[in-house]
C-alpha cells in the first residue's frame, strides 16, 4: 500500500469547515484513497473513500486532485463530535486486503 | 444492534497467564481481522480470516492463536502474557464484492488488555 503524509495535529472552529490534507504522491492506479476516524476510546469508524472523482456522502466531502497525488476531506460544519484522529489511507479495493493505518491527523474541534 | 461487538471490554490480568477475547459480527460479512492499538496509538493489522481461512498474519508472536468456528466470530487466544502485550485489541469485519461499502471494514469498540 502507498503510504500517506499527514499533518499530525489541527484545530478547527466549531461549525466552520474543516479541510484535512493528506498527501500520497506514490499511490497507483488501483488504489483507492480512504478516510476513517477514531473518536477517543472508540473503533476507528469509515467514512469516505474516493478512485479519481470527488466524492460526497452525509459526513464529508473527499476532493481528489487531477493527478491523484493529494486528497483533502472536508468537514463542511465541524462539530465538537468530530474531535477525533482521522486517517487517510491509500489501498487497492478488494475485501480481506488490510487497511494500514499510519499516524493520522489529531483535529480538535473547539468552541 | 450492536454490529461488530467484542468481549471483554477490560481485561486485567498477571504476566504469564492465558487469555481470550472473543468477536462476533451480525453484518453476514465474511472477514474478519484482528487489530492492535499500542500505548503511541498505533493502529496495526495482525491476523484476517476470509471464510475460516487465514489470509493474513502479520509476524505476530506464536502466542497469539486466533480461532474462527464460523464466519461470525473470530476469536483471540494469547498464551503467556508479556507486559508489552498491553494494548487495545479491535476486531474488524468486511464483506467481499457488492455495491455500496463493499471492502469496507467495520470495527468494534475494543477489548482493552493490561498485563501487570
Known amino acids: 500500500d502507498a503510504k500517506t503524509t499527514q499533518p499530525p495535529s489541527m484545530d478547527c472552529a466549531e461549525g466552520r469547515a474543516a479541510n484535512l490534507p493528506c498527501n500520497h504522491s506514490?499511490?497507483?492506479?488501483?488504489?483507492?484513497v480512504y478516510w476513517y476516524r477514531q473518536i477517543h476510546s472508540q473503533g476507528p469508524q469509515y467514512i469516505i473513500h474516493?478512485?479519481?472523482n470527488n466524492e460526497t456522502n452525509e459526513m464529508a466531502s473527499l476532493i481528489i486532485t487531477e493527478d491523484r497525488k493529494s486528497s483533502t476531506l472536508i468537514l463542511p460544519h465541524a462539530t465538537l463530535r468530530d474531535t477525533a484522529v482521522y486517517y487517510c489511507?491509500?489501498?487497492?479495493?478488494?475485501?480481506?486486503?488490510?487497511?494500514?493505518f499510519g499516524g493520522g491527523t489529531r483535529v480538535l474541534v473547539k468552541p | 444492534d450492536t454490529a461488530v461487538s467484542q468481549t471483554p471490554k477490560y481485561l486485567v490480568t498477571q504476566m504469564g497467564n492465558d487469555k481470550s477475547i472473543k468477536c462476533e459480527q451480525n453484518?453476514?460479512?465474511?472477514?474478519m481481522y484482528w487489530y492492535k492499538q499500542d500505548s503511541k496509538k498505533f493502529l496495526k493489522i495482525m491476523f484476517s480470516?476470509?471464510?475460516?481461512?487465514?489470509?493474513i498474519n502479520e509476524t505476530v508472536p506464536n502466542r497469539f492463536s486466533p480461532k474462527s468456528p464460523d464466519k461470525a466470530h473470530l476469536n483471540l487466544h494469547i498464551n503467556s502474557l508479556e507486559l508489552g502485550d498491553s494494548a487495545v485489541y479491535f476486531c474488524?469485519?468486511?464483506?467481499?464484492?457488492?455495491?455500496?461499502?463493499?471492502?469496507?471494514?467495520?470495527f468494534g469498540e475494543g477489548s482493552r488488555l493490561t498485563v501487570l
Open positions: 453484518l453476514g460479512h465474511d472477514t
Open positions: 474516493g478512485l479519481k
Open positions: 489511507i491509500v489501498r487497492v479495493r478488494a475485501a480481506g486486503n488490510k487497511l494500514t
Open positions: 506514490t499511490i497507483s492506479g488501483n488504489e483507492y
Open positions: 480470516y476470509n471464510n475460516k481461512e487465514l489470509i
Open positions: 474488524a469485519s468486511s464483506q467481499a464484492g457488492g455495491r455500496g461499502l463493499a471492502g469496507e471494514l467495520f
